[in-house]
Every structure is written in structure tokens, then in C-alpha cells.
């Protein structure tokens, strides 16, 4: 049941296994240096690259300079971005949809990613935001207990909530909770489902005779968000609230998910959610294999001291240096393939100071330690002020967050 523009997922999956890349929302890698080609994953998906033009358009529109991951391509892909946009200029309701699977205590940078552009959006756009927290996902698919999950929801919401999204336009909701708080959740689910057969099912996420059922359904839970009707509290119960559409910040390997809730969507009488899509956060170890929680040396957690930040960058993060200082000089880095680079890309404010460290280590005249150094303290601030934020978010701060109400709009 794929988006009729995207090819048919069999010949995606066939065409990743010739070019040794494999993207979907449980795995994530390639026998490349320089990572996943994106430019591949539009072409299978049927995507949109972001191009100069619709960033202009949104400067235009929103009298906001794009943030950092749309003007270095971090956030590289859409669907319908523009729908948004003209909604937006003809002040049409709309809202933002993301989330996360609660799997490990400790999230790491790359979980960072969609939060801190959805944060992002959430100011420029000034619209109401719903943040999924799919414990049941991660009951299904991982060696926990239903109660784990149901725990590790709650403490990443704290993580989650001290990325400073507005509490008066943002309802953070565990699906454990939610699905059987809200009968027109529920419906909206089981609506879904009923338009989606096992066979499309099994073509478009693979799934086979040996799975649980619980998988099967899953999607249309994680697809149920898209459509304002799931959300009573805040948008109400009119007919009106199928007009109201949603954009969705995500990596691109929640994709399929929502191509299968795209062509859904008119049977129900609803807008398709429009999407905007991520690059992968890579390893330390190098741009074959997205950042991995259950993997500790693959990753800066958010819980990790100054200290551990330090030896982890030092020791870990893969270099595109020269084998030797003399070699260094004379050809310089490669910074396709190295790590600290890459990082700071995602997390380097200042275009120009990125622009000069670029020009430096390809030139020579910075070397793989200076980089790593530079990188060691762009990080320690980041995550020492998150620290900072988290302490701040109490019980009954997370509660406020996660309590069906109106939403500001």
C-alpha cells in the first residue's frame, strides 16, 4: 500500500541488497565510508529533495532563516512540505506530529535530531505539537517487559520535555495510555486497518508468517496520529477537524509507515500528512550504521559526564585523517568519512566557522586531534545544558505534558 508515486518496496529492498544499503524502520546500513546514499533512497521512496527554492519559500513565509538542518541538507526530503507552506500563508490550521520509541533509559544525540528541529518548527510555526511515545512498539519488538516499556516511556518524556517545547501547545502522550484513554484514538486505528490487507502489510514493511500479530497491527497505531480526529482534547469533535493537516518530522526510515498512511488518508475523508524527512545520525565508529542505543561505544548518550564525552570522541569517532602527519599536511582530510566532522555539521551552529574548519582539515592545517577538539567542546556544552534542563522536568511537570486537554492554536 505504498504512496503510487514510490516504486513497489520489493524492488526498493532488491535494488538496496545490489548497492549493499538497507533502510527501513528496524535497520539501518551500508558498505559505503560515506554512508547511505540519500540521493538512492529518494529515487526508491518517491520522495522530494528540499531544494533552494522552497527553503526561500519558507524564509519568505516565515520571515525565519532555516534552521541549520534544512541549509546543510540534514533534513534533505519531503512530502508536501508545500501544502504546509501555503496552509501556513493562508493561516490554515495545522499541526506537528513526531515521536519515540522508548527502548533504552538513555537517549542518545542522534534521538536529538527530530526533537530539536521539531522544537524549531514549533516556534516558527507557532502550532500545536503531539509527541507519540510507542512503548507498545517497543514491548513487540524487544526483549522487555510491557511495564519496562510503559517506565521507559515516561523517562524519556523527561528528555523530550527539556528540549523546551511549549507546554501550552504540546501533548506528549505514552500509547500505552492513550489507546485506551481515547475511544476516537481507538477508532481512528481500527479505521486504518481496515483498509490495509496482510498482504500490503507484508510488501510494504516485510513482515512474515512468523511474526506476532501484534506487529502486523502496529503500523495503523503509529499511523493514527496523522489525523486530527484521534485528538478530541484538542482539536475538538466537529467535522471541521479533518481539515486540519499535519506535517511530520522524521528520519527517513519511518517512511513507510507513513506512505502507507498517505494512501489511506483519502479513503477516509482525511488530508495525507505531509513529511519532512532526516538523514541518519551516524556511529562513532563511522557512516555505515546509524548512532545505537544498545550499543554504548556507538554513541553519545545524554546522560554522559564531560569526561566520557572526551575519551568517547577521542578514542571512538572515526578519523578521515592521514595515516601520517607528513601525509596529513601535504593532502589533508577527507571529510566525507570522518566523524567529528560530521558531527558538527549536525551541531555547529556558526555556517562560517563550519565553512573554515571544512576548508582547514581538507587543506592540511588542522589536524584530526584539533578537530576532535573542537568537536569535544561543542558537545559537552550541548549536553551539559541539556542535563541542566532535565533536572528541571519533575514528575508533575511530565504529567502536565502528557494530560489529554486543549492545546493553544
Request: glycine residues 6%.
Amino acid at each position: 500500500m505504498a504512496d503510487p508515486t514510490a516504486p513497489d518496496p520489493a524492488e526498493a529492498a532488491s535494488a538496496g541488497q545490489e548497492d549493499e544499503q538497507v533502510v527501513d524502520p528496524w535497520q539501518v546500513k551500508t558498505s559505503s565510508d560515506k554512508g547511505i546514499d540519500y540521493d538512492k533512497l529518494i529515487t526508491q521512496f518517491g520522495s522530494s529533495r528540499i531544494t533552494d527554492d522552497l527553503l526561500e519559500r519558507f524564509e519568505r513565509l516565515t520571515g525565519k532563516k532555516p534552521h541549520r538542518f534544512m541549509r546543510r541538507g540534514v533534513f534533505f526530503s519531503h512530502r508536501d512540505l508545500s501544502d504546509i507552506l501555503d496552509a501556513y500563508e493562508k493561516k490554515a490550521p495545522f499541526y506537528l506530529y513526531t515521536g519515540r520509541g522508548p527502548s533504552s533509559e538513555a537517549m542518545h544525540l542522534g534521538h536529538l535530531i527530530p526533537f530539536i528541529f521539531t522544537k524549531y518548527l514549533q516556534d516558527v510555526f507557532n502550532v500545536p505539537l503531539v509527541v507519540q511515545l510507542t512503548d507498545d512498539e517497543k514491548f513487540l519488538w524487544k526483549n522487555l517487559t510491557a511495564d519496562e516499556c510503559h517506565e521507559l516511556a515516561y523517562k524519556n518524556a523527561r528528555d523530550i520535555i527539556a528540549c523546551g517545547f511549549d507546554m501550552n501547545k504540546t501533548f506528549i502522550f505514552s500509547d500505552f495510555d492513550y489507546v485506551g484513554g481515547c475511544p476516537e484514538f481507538y477508532k481512528t486505528i481500527v479505521r486504518i486497518e481496515k483498509h490495509v490487507t496482510l498482504n500490503q502489510a507484508k510488501g510494504i514493511f516485510g513482515f512474515t508468517d512468523s511474526d506476532c500479530i501484534g506487529k502486523i497491527s502496529f503500523p495503523a497505531i503509529q499511523a493514527a496520529p496523522s489525523f486530527g480526529v484521534s485528538f478530541p482534547a484538542i482539536f475538538g469533535r466537529e467535522e471541521s477537524v479533518k481539515d486540519v493537516k499535519c506535517l511530520i518530522p522524521c528520519a527517513i526510515d519511518q517512511d513507510p509507515y507513513f506512505r502507507m498512511t498517505r494512501d489511506v488518508a483519502p479513503k477516509l475523508g482525511f488530508h495525507k500528512p505531509a513529511l519532512i524527512h532526516s538523514t541518519f545520525f551516524p556511529a562513532l565508529q563511522g557512516a555505515q550504521t546509524k548512532m545505537n542505543a544498545s550499543q554504548a561505544n556507538s554513541s553519545i548518550f545524554l546522560t554522559d559526564t564531560a569526561t566520557q564525552i572526551k575519551d568517547k570522541i577521542t578514542k571512538e569517532a572515526y578519523s578521515g585523517g592521514r595515516d601520517t602527519l607528513e601525509e596529513h599536511r601535504e593532502h589533508g582530510g577527507n571529510t566525507d568519512v570522518d566523524i567529528s566532522y560530521q558531527y558538527l555539521t549536525f551541531f555547529l551552529d556558526d555556517d562560517d566557522k563550519l565553512r573554515q574548519i571544512k576548508e582547514d582539515y581538507e587543506s592540511g592545517r588542522m589536524l584530526t586531534g584539533e578537530l576532535k577538539k573542537e568537536l569535544i567542546t561543542v558537545l559537552q556544552e550541548l549536553v551539559g545544558e541539556h542535563q541542566k534542563r532535565r533536572e528541571m522536568v519533575t514528575e508533575d511537570v511530565v504529567k502536565q505534558y502528557m494530560k489529554p486537554r486543549p492545546l493553544c492554536q
